[in-house]
């Protein structure tokens, strides 16, 4: 899916780096891209590199973001940025000994239509959050759910809801608390609910569920606010409820992530301001691993700040 969009952008590809350079070379052809490798350091040594797309493994995503803004290159990173706070400050530690680092995340649902609509709509009042995501089931021996592979689908996929919440809200996690069902491993459960304290006031709650059924919708976003309520059915239709009438207000299937990547596009050409903070990139990434924690000690946990 990548691929596609930076194509689409008109971004010249020199590298494409797999692990054993079979599906790499595939994908150099179809593509256009220059070189095939399974050799990180002919990126790193490469001065024409300006930026470097990660989209490996998640134990791999903190090492490399590491290592490319060491050698100064510009870091698109999918989620999650790392799976431990042993990870994530070491990222830190990089990113501020270099004034130059620039980091991105692929949150790519806060460039919905869908919810940039909400986000203009609400402004700074105070609003309540609630979040569902039927995530569908993925058996326990898959990689993702190995702490020291996938880090949990908690991590891997949920933390992109966390900044639906801190982008909506337009302020950043004070505090979390998460309960799963039954008596899994933390790690591994992957049926939480989570409730969100923001710094302005404003609460959310998320529901992340794998024992749902295939054929209902797979995420739903409601915002209260105002006497209003503003509901995004799957980032395909989103819906305004007022005091005596209902009214859609976006009919198009739009999970942002063509616009993420049109607009890192133009922030690789043109530089500028970082499309997400520095700020909230940690404190989102911060706030998921803090989850795993309420959930091993039944606690709410405060989020440590930059």
Known sequence: QILPELNRNNIHIKYILSETGINGNQLA???????????????????????????SRHDSHAKYSIESIKNGKKVFVEKPLAINNKELTELIDVINGKKDATLMVGFNRRFSKHLKYIRNKVGDRLINISITMNAGYIPLDHWVHDPMIGGGRVIGECCHLIDVAVYLSGSMVKSICMNGIGDKNPVKNDNVSLLIKHFNGSNTSINYFSNGSKIYPKEKVEVFCSNKIFYVDNYKTTTVFTSNKKKNVIKKVDKGWASQFSEYSKFIKNGGKPLISFEQIINVSRATISAIESLKTKKWIDVEQL
């Open 29 to 55: 052809k179809k593509y256009g891209i220059n070189y095939n490798t399974t050799n990180i350091n002919d990126i790193m040594n490469d001065n024409e590199v300006e930026s470097v797309i990660i989209s």
